[in-house]
Every structure is written in C-alpha cells, then in structure tokens.
C-alpha cells in the first residue's frame, strides 16, 4: 500500500489565488505543499491575460506604425510572423513559470505537478491522491522518482479557477477557444468571435489589428458593463474595423463557417462566451452554486470547516487581482488568523490600442437624483500626442454624487488608464470626496483626467 503522508496544508491549483495562496502560508510559517496539474501561474500567465498584453504590444507597435505612416515621417513596410510571436511568448512563459515555482520554494514550500483528487476516507480525513506528471519542465528531480502520492491534508485549499464555457452549438467542437490562441500556425483570414464581453472584444482587437477580417457576434449587446460615452468610443474608434453583430443567435458552426439567424459568415469560429468553474474535484464533497462554483462562507470556507476554496472557482468577480487577495486572505484562515474578507470597489480594464478601465460604487439605479455627470476628451501626454491630429486621444467620464460629494462610478480611456483607474478605486474604498483631490498634484507630463474633472466640478 502506498505510503500516506501527513501534510497540514495542501493548495490544489497554482493560479493566482493558489500561488499567492500558498506563499503567504509559507511566509506564516505554515507547511505547505501546493499541487499544479499543468502549469503555475494560472490562466492568467499561460491562457489569459498575459498573453493578451503580450500580443497587444505587438498589436499597438503595428498601429503606431500605420499612424505613423499615414501622417508621412515614417515611410516602409513591415510583416507579422506570428509564429515567431508565440514561439517568444511560450519561452517568456516558461522563464515565468520558473520564477513563480522558485518564490513559492523561497518560503519553504513544495510544489508539485500532476492530476490531483479528493476524498474523505472513514474517520473523516482529507485524502489528495495525485498522479504525478514526471514530464513536467519544472518537475522536481526528488518527485520524479515517483508515479503518485497520497497525502491527508488537515486543511485543503481548492483554488483550480476555471475553463472556457463552450455552449451548447451544433459543431462546437469545430471553434477555437481562448485557450488556443498560442497554438495557432497562422493568422485567420477570416474570424468570426462568438461573445460580447471583455475577452472577445480584446481579442477581435487583436486579430483585426493583425489582418484578420474580424466579426464579433453577440447574442445581446456588447460590452454591457461599460457607461454608454465609452462604449461608443470603443466601437467607433477603438475597433472600428471589426464588424459588430449584436442580438444575432449562433446556430451551427461548420469548420470554416458561422451559421447565424441573420445569415452565415464565413472564416474560422472562436467562442468567448464567459468562463466555468473548476469545481468537479470536489463536486461530491462540498456545497455548491447553482452554476456550478464552490460554495464559501466570509472566511472561504466551504460546507466542509477544513476545505475552503478561492479564486474563479468560487464564482463573482473573476479577476486575477481579487482572486490574489481572495487566495491570501484564505490562506490566513487556513493558518489561525481569522480574516473577514469585505467586499470592495474593484477596478477593472479592457486591453486595446489604448487601455480603457472603469470603477463603480453604485449601479445607476442607486443613484438617486443628486448626480452630476462630467466628460471630457482624453488628454495630450505620454503616447497620446500622436493621438492628437486625429482627435483619437481618448475620453474620461466621472460620476458625482453632488450631496455628498462621493465617487460614484469613473471611468477612462487612455494610455494611463489603468493605473490612474486602480488608484481612484482605491481613494473610493478610502471614502475620498471631491473636496479631498484640492492638493492633489499629478505628475506631468500625464494623461490622467481625473484630477481635472475633480478639480473643475
């Protein structure tokens, strides 16, 4: 019979609510071993965001250039291979991943990879069984003398995040995920994006940008979390070449084709339609969600007092930063330091030509009547000047509540954008006023609006 080994704490998942997770039970001095089935880093590192900021500098060199080009100090041509594009973006990754297994290791942890599993055996105790993956790069050598290990676990950590949700279409097995954007030879011809929300805009943004004829194909609206100012500039100047289908259904997609209720679009199908929770390792075991994520209490834990789970696999905000915090303030429960986690106003972004980012306090029905509203044009700085000449420097909107001088809901396009966006969202959970931003200084050169809306209401 295999050996069981007794570890206090097991994370199953090296996303970034499992890594940060697990670093900060070994910073507490916590023993710790964290379980990846393929790679660390998570989604965000190898699938999501950080392949769309890759490939979005080459989008943005690409544009800079035709602008450039178009207004005549610039002369030539230049061609993408985008093979070579991603070939560079997998070795960046694997140097990543690397630096990611050592911060972890820094703090006394072991990390693992392989297919994990979940029991609880007759006297109650956790059991993770894992199948080792002896191929993986980052696979320790002292773990590759073995094909599997079983563990009990007396606290249990589920951060797995979650996985493209493929809707039930005729020929779904024919379309493209954001999951195989690296694995692609070359570019499409012709790209139909199933998806109206955030990864299918970023994306339809960059494979327009890359000479795709690009279509998104929405069964609603798009970008429905944005104020109506913004989304306008988006579509008309930010991804004005791709050709936008809105309430249009998806009825069958053949291997180079697109069958719609207003008609069939050829190229190549590429499905974004939103994302589903990783929560089958424990579906038996735990509480869960109607839509199928893990169900947890204020502290993460799940109905299960041992188990808890953070991250994208519990559902609500699916976004790296929170599922970070969610993933340490979990793992400070885990360790004995009772840590309630609050909810709070969260920044949020979209990765264009420029980026554009939003933050909230209140939905528009909260408002009330004492609410002032304030637009103006993007401002002429760092990588804007060029903007200039085309009137294409971007645009900031803030919300005011007049009574009490609150933020309510702000929002930017521009290259700044997303910090200038993180640090008002931050004043907001702060409970800053109009009045606190008097001695505010920005530093110039600067695109940042803000400042001068908050200054000229």
Same mark, same amino acid.
């Given at each position: 019979?295999?050996?069981?080994?007794?570890?206090?704490?097991?994370?199953?998942?090296?996303?970034?609510?499992?890594?940060?997770?697990?670093?900060?039970?070994?910073?507490?001095?916590?023993?710790?071993?964290?379980?990846?089935?393929?790679?660390?880093?998570?989604?965000?590192?190898?699938?999501?965001?950080? =392949?769309?900021?890759?490939?979005?500098?080459?989008?943005?060199?690409?544009?800079?250039?035709?602008?450039?080009?178009?207004?005549?100090?610039?002369?030539?041509?230049?061609?993408?291979?985008?093979?070579?594009?991603?070939?560079?973006?997998?070795?960046?990754?694997?140097?990543?991943?690397?630096?990611?297994?050592?911060?972890?290791?820094?703090?006394?942890?072991?990390?693992?990879?392989?297919?994990?599993?979940?029991?609880?055996?007759?006297?109650?105790?956790? %059991?993770?069984?894992?199948?080792? +993956?002896?191929?993986?790069?980052?696979?320790?050598?002292?773990?590759?003398?073995?094909?599997?290990?079983?563990?009990?676990?007396?606290?249990?950590?589920?951060?797995?995040?979650?996985?493209?949700?493929?809707?039930?279409?005729?020929?779904?097995?024919?379309?493209?995920?954001?999951?195989?954007?690296?694995?692609?030879?070359? *570019?499409?011809?012709?790209?139909?994006?199933?998806?109206?929300?955030?990864?299918?805009?970023?994306?339809?943004?960059?494979?327009?940008?890359?000479?795709?004829?690009?279509?998104? *194909?929405?069964?609603?609206?798009?970008?429905?979390?944005?104020?109506?100012?913004?989304?306008?500039? =988006?579509?008309?100047?930010?991804? +004005?070449? =791709?050709?936008?289908?809105?309430?249009?259904?998806?009825?069958?997609?053949?291997?180079?084709?697109?069958?719609?209720?207003?008609?069939?679009?050829?190229?190549?199908?590429?499905?974004?339609?939103?994302?589903?929770?990783?929560?089958?390792?424990?579906?038996?075991?735990?509480?869960?969600?109607?839509?199928?994520?893990?169900?947890?209490?204020?502290?993460?834990?799940?109905?299960?007092?041992?188990?808890?789970?953070?991250?994208?696999?519990?559902?609500? @905000?699916?976004?790296?930063?929170?599922?970070?915090?969610?993933?340490?303030?979990?793992?400070?429960?885990?360790?004995?330091?009772?840590?309630?986690?609050?909810?709070? %106003?969260?920044?949020?972004?979209?990765?264009?030509?420029?980026?554009?980012?939003?933050?909230?306090?209140?939905?528009?029905?909260?408002?009330?009547?004492?609410?002032?509203? =304030?637009?103006?044009?993007?401002?002429?700085?760092?990588?804007?000047?060029?903007? @200039?000449?085309?009137?294409?420097?971007?645009?900031?909107?803030?919300?005011?509540?007049?009574?009490?001088?609150?933020?309510?809901?702000?929002?930017?396009?521009?290259?700044?954008?997303?910090?200038?966006?993180?640090?008002?969202?931050?004043?907001?959970?702060?409970?800053?006023?109009?009045?606190?931003?008097?001695?505010?200084?920005?530093?110039?050169?600067?695109?940042?609006?803000?400042?001068?809306?908050?200054?000229?209401?």
């Amino acid at each position: 019979m295999e050996e069981i080994k007794k570890i206090k704490n097991i994370v199953i998942g090296a996303g970034p609510a499992g890594r940060l997770g697990s670093f900060e039970l070994g910073k507490l001095g916590e023993e710790t071993l964290l379980i990846e089935r393929k790679y660390i880093a998570g989604t965000c590192l190898n699938e999501g965001c950080m =392949v769309v900021c890759a490939l979005t500098d080459i989008s943005r060199f690409i544009r800079s250039f035709k602008r450039f080009n178009e207004i005549g100090f610039i002369d030539g041509n230049i061609s993408l291979d985008y093979k070579s594009a991603c070939d560079n973006i997998k070795k960046t990754q694997v140097m990543l991943r690397r630096l990611n297994q050592e911060e972890n290791e820094s703090v006394n942890n072991n990390v693992i990879y392989g297919e994990a599993s979940v029991e609880i055996n007759d006297e109650n105790k956790i %059991i993770v069984k894992v199948k080792l +993956d002896n191929s993986n790069e980052l696979q320790r050598e002292n773990v590759k003398n073995n094909d599997y290990g079983i563990y009990e676990a007396e606290n249990l950590l589920i951060a797995t995040g979650g996985r493209p949700f493929i809707p039930n279409i005729d020929g779904a097995k024919y379309a493209l995920t954001s999951s195989d954007i690296l694995s692609l030879k070359e *570019i499409p011809s012709k790209l139909n994006i199933v998806g109206g929300g955030i990864i299918a805009t970023e994306l339809s943004n960059l494979f327009s940008s890359f000479g795709s004829e690009v279509k998104i *194909i929405a069964r609603s609206e798009i970008l429905k979390e944005l104020e109506p100012e913004i989304k306008s500039y =988006v579509v008309e100047k930010l991804i +004005d070449e =791709v050709d936008i289908h809105e309430n249009t259904n998806v009825l069958e997609i053949k291997e180079n084709s697109t069958i719609t209720d207003k008609g069939e679009f050829e190229g190549k199908t590429l499905i974004a339609t939103g994302r589903v929770p990783n929560s089958e390792i424990v579906a038996d075991i735990v509480d869960l969600n109607e839509d199928g994520s893990i169900k947890v209490n204020e502290f993460f834990q799940t109905s299960n007092p041992n188990i808890y789970a953070a991250g994208d696999v519990t559902g609500g @905000i699916t976004l790296t930063p929170y599922a970070r915090k969610e993933g340490i303030s979990a793992a400070r429960n885990m360790a004995g330091y009772l840590n309630k986690f609050e909810d709070i %106003i969260v920044p949020q972004s979209l990765t264009l030509d420029l980026d554009v980012s939003f933050t909230q306090k209140a939905s528009k029905s909260d408002d009330g009547k004492n609410v002032e509203d =304030v637009i103006i044009p993007g401002l002429g700085g760092p990588h804007a000047f060029w903007r @200039i000449l085309r009137g294409e420097t971007g645009l900031t909107k803030i919300s005011l509540n007049t009574e009490t001088e609150e933020i309510l809901r702000a929002s930017q396009i521009s290259p700044s954008s997303i910090d200038d966006t993180a640090y008002l969202a931050f004043l907001m959970n702060m409970g800053i006023t109009k009045e606190d931003f008097d001695d505010f200084l920005e530093v110039h050169p600067s695109t940042d609006a803000y400042y001068k809306i908050l200054k000229i209401m």
